[in-house]
């Protein structure tokens, strides 16, 4: 289990960001089972909270993930699938969580 910043606004000694295509092809490329990919904090809190300096005072709002919320309605009012919000959470996250397999040593 791993993750990988997606569009999380800035990290110290970056050099590139994967998007979730990427993980999928170079796990795959490298002979891994890619078993889960799911979203780790939504990119607004990450890019909010960067902008704000990580205010103290505001600190309860970096444990929410109030776009996330939104995501639910959106997915309850339009009827998507379980799947399809997911997909909208992982479209908008800040980083990519990820769980893949090695290739089996024969």
Known sequence: MASVSYLEPYHSYSIFNFTPYGVVRVFGDAGFELEEIRPGVDAS??????????????????QRNIFYGITGL?????SLEHRERNFLKIQFSGHLIFLARAPRVQ
Do not use: A, H, K
Not at 74 to 78: A, E, L, M, P, Q
């Open 45 to 62: 809190v990450l890019i909010n909270r960067q902008l704000l300096n990580r205010s103290r005072i505001l600190r309860p709002l970096w």
């Open 74 to 78: 959106i997915g309850r009012v339009f």
